[in-house]
């Protein structure tokens, strides 16, 4: 029963992917799904497809997905290219290209044990005060 998915060596530096992965954590899967679906962001396709495979691993463990949310997400530094390239007065300078690591893990979403339908009553409770006699 694998609910998690694993995004490796996402050509991302990890701040910015984070800042994506903030809006989807502890959303349900159609609420993170809509949220990924119109933010205007380099990383939301990819988180997409990422939530997508989460969700694939969990149908296969036989849960549906109306009845999952976002219980993880995590960004962690990966590799790191270096490219050079020349500056000023005959220098030459590294550049880093940081990659990310996104993990990323559903649970199914918890019911009350008492979830029974209430019907918005209250309880009377009584106000008077006793009087001493």
Do not use: W
């Amino acid at each position: 029963m694998h609910m998690k998915a694993l995004l490796k060596n996402y050509h991302q530096s990890p701040r910015k992917v984070r800042l994506v992965a903030d809006m989807i954590r502890g959303k349900s899967v159609s609420d993170a799904r809509a949220a990924l679906l119109y933010l205007p962001k380099k990383s939301a396709p990819a988180l997409g497809k990422l939530l997508d495979s989460a969700v694939a691993n969990a149908r296969s463990g036989g849960h549906a997905a109306e009845g999952l949310f976002v219980k993880t997400i995590t960004v962690d530094k990966g590799a790191v290219m270096r490219r050079y390239r020349p500056f000023a007065r005959g220098r030459s300078g590294t550049l880093h290209k940081t990659m990310s690591i996104v993990r990323l893990g559903l649970a199914p979403i918890e019911r009350p044990a008492n979830s029974k339908q209430r019907t918005g009553k209250k309880k009377a409770v009584s106000r008077t005060k006793k009087i001493a006699a």
